[in-house]
């Protein structure tokens, strides 16, 4: 699944750009394109700010998949994936669960 596939689908998309801006993880032309994003929706960006947002938003934070079993991960869970080795909630929690056996 691209990062097309997961912007066509809001389920969470823009809580999800909010995370990681009360995350402290954006600045300048990025801060400013994804509060855009999320207020007008990704359709609203011209090409430039998408190419941008595409690049240092999605490129960098979003991830294709759980690193453990390959599925999506939903983008309730997407933002705790960055700081967990990119595994869905499943996988962490086996993960977790192993280590305190």
Request: aromatic fraction near 8%; glycine fraction near 12%; hydrophobic fraction near 35%.
């Amino acid at each position: 699944m691209g990062h097309n596939d997961h912007v066509e689908d809001d389920g969470g998309f823009s809580d999800f750009l909010q995370e990681i801006i009360d995350g402290g993880h954006l600045e300048g032309a990025a801060l400013g394109i994804t509060k855009l994003a999320i207020d007008k929706g990704s359709d609203a960006l011209s090409a430039k700010q998408r190419f941008v947002f595409e690049r240092d938003v999605l490129g960098e934070f979003v991830k294709d998949g759980c690193s453990r079993c390959e599925s999506n991960i939903p983008w309730s869970e997407m933002y705790a994936a960055l700081d967990n080795g990119g595994l869905c909630n499943y996988c962490w929690h086996m993960s977790e669960k192993i280590k305190h056996e």
